[in-house]
């Protein structure tokens, strides 16, 4: 087996305190790449995409790599799972740090009305 990077181990490592406190809820996994950001709400128990959004979408406009851009990403995705009926997640932030791009999504979709 390789030797996993240090990003790997951070993932693995906050995806496994999710599983054990889930508690069956949906899960928002956050992708931040140089250029945009993707969220997506996935039903780990059946293994489906639930609701998804990024900066790559119909309608979203600027860069994608600002905290303005990532706000709105967090606000789209909260309008999703309204309407596919979520109001309660877990946050899986992957092996990102919470601040900056990331951060604001969270507050965006808090504000949006997702509880977690």
Known sequence: MAKLTLFERRRRRVRTALKARAGGR?????HRSGRHMYAQIIDDASGHTVASASTLTKGSKGPG???AAAAAVGAALAEAAKQ?????VVFDRGGFLFHGRVKALADAAREGGLEF
Do not use: E, F, N
């Open 26 to 30: 949906p899960r928002l996994s956050v």
């Open 65 to 67: 790599a600002t905290v």
């Open 84 to 88: 596919a009926g979520i109001t309660a």
